[in-house]
C-alpha cells in the first residue's frame, strides 16, 4: 500500500525537480525593479527589432526575463549545441576529437563562411580542431562537418533533447538557417530553453567535467564577440560567448558571464529586425548586456 501511494507521488516530485531546473520569474525568487521591461522596450523600439532576453544570476537564481517564451532564429548560436554533442559522444569515444575529416573545397565555398577550414584542405581537420573552429572563429564549414558526424541537423536536436531542451529545433545546414523568415519555426529556439540549456552545458551535469571545461575555454577563445555581451560588462570580467548573426539584421549572443569573486551569469540576448537587409546592431546586444547587469546589481542591494 505504501509504495502503492510513492508511486502515485513520483510524477509530482519528479515534475517540481524539473521546474527547479528551469529559469522560472518569480515574485519570490526574483522582485526585479518594474523598469526593467520598459528599459528593454524602449531599447527594442530606438533599435526598430523584437529583443529576447533570458539571463540567471547563479549566486541566487534570480532570473530576468524579457520575451523569453519567443521563438527567435538561434543562427549560429547552436553550434554551441553542435560541439557540445560532439563533446558529450567523446565521453564514450576517447578517439573520436582526434580523428581527422577531410573535405572538399565544394563544401568549403557551400558553407559561405569558412575562416579557418579553407586553410586546411589539403590536409584536413581534426574534430577536435573543428569544434574550436566553430565556436572561436564561427566557421560554418566547421560546423557543417561536425553535423556530418553526428548523423545531420536532427542528431543535434536529438541532443538537445537528451538534455531536457524540448524546444531548440535545428532542421537545416549552414547558411541556410540562418535565414529569419518571420513566423518560420525552423532553427528556432527560445531565450528561456537555450539559457537552461546553456547553463547544463556549462555549470550542469550534462556534460562530463573535462568535456564542460573544454567547451568553456573554446567559448572563452571567441573572436567575434568582442562589441556584443563583452562590450557591456565591466573591465576584468570574464566573457564566454557564442555569437549568431543572420538575415533581418539578427543579431544574436549567448554566453556565461564570471564577475570578480562571484558566481558566473548565464546570458542569452537574441534581436531580430523588421527588414530582411537591415544592418546587424552589435550595440544593441550591449546595451541590453547593460540593462541586465544594472538590474541584477539593484536586486542584490
Not at 52 to 74: M, W
Not at 129 to 154: E, R, V
Request: charged share 20%; hydrophobic share 40%; proline share 5%.
Amino acid at each position: 500500500m505504501i509504495f502503492s501511494a510513492l508511486k502515485k507521488l513520483f510524477p509530482l516530485v519528479a515534475a517540481l525537480f524539473f521546474l527547479r531546473s528551469l529559469c522560472i520569474p518569480a515574485i519570490a525568487q526574483q522582485n526585479p525593479s518594474t523598469s526593467l521591461p520598459q528599459k528593454l522596450a524602449t531599447l527594442e523600439t530606438s533599435a526598430h527589432g523584437r529583443i529576447g532576453v533570458c539571463a540567471i544570476d547563479t549566486s541566487n537564481n534570480k532570473c530576468l526575463q524579457y520575451r523569453a517564451e519567443e521563438h527567435f532564429p538561434f543562427c549560429s548560436t547552436f553550434k554551441v549545441m553542435d560541439v557540445a554533442a560532439i563533446l558529450k559522444q567523446s565521453m564514450t569515444d576517447n578517439n573520436l576529437l582526434q580523428q581527422k575529416i577531410i573535405y572538399t573545397e565544394k563544401e568549403v565555398e557551400a558553407s559561405g563562411y569558412a575562416p579557418i577550414t579553407k586553410n586546411y584542405l589539403s590536409t584536413g581537420m581534426t574534430i577536435s580542431d573543428l569544434c574550436a573552429a566553430a565556436i572561436a572563429y564561427s566557421d560554418n564549414n566547421a560546423a557543417n562537418l561536425l553535423m556530418k558526424k553526428l548523423g545531420g541537423p536532427q542528431a543535434v536536436t536529438a541532443f538537445a533533447r537528451s538534455i531536457g531542451d524540448l524546444t531548440f529545433r535545428l532542421e537545416r545546414w549552414e547558411p541556410e538557417l540562418n535565414s529569419g523568415i518571420p513566423d518560420d519555426l525552423r532553427d528556432t529556439s527560445t531565450p528561456a530553453a537555450m539559457e537552461n540549456s546553456l547553463k547544463k552545458l556549462t555549470l550542469g551535469t550534462a556534460l562530463g567535467l573535462p568535456q564542460q571545461n573544454q567547451l568553456i575555454t573554446w567559448m572563452k577563445k571567441n573572436t567575434t564577440g568582442d562589441t556584443r555581451i563583452r562590450a557591456g560588462v565591466p573591465t576584468g570580467w570574464i566573457v564566454a560567448d557564442k555569437t549568431g548573426s543572420g538575415d533581418y539584421g539578427i543579431t544574436n549572443d549567448i554566453g556565461i558571464i564570471w564577475p570578480p569573486n562571484a558566481a558566473p551569469i548565464v546570458v542569452v540576448i537574441y534581436f531580430i529586425q523588421d527588414q530582411k537587409e537591415a544592418p546587424r546592431r552589435d550595440d544593441v546586444i550591449a546595451s541590453a548586456t547593460k540593462i541586465l547587469l544594472d538590474e541584477f546589481d539593484a536586486t542584490r542591494k
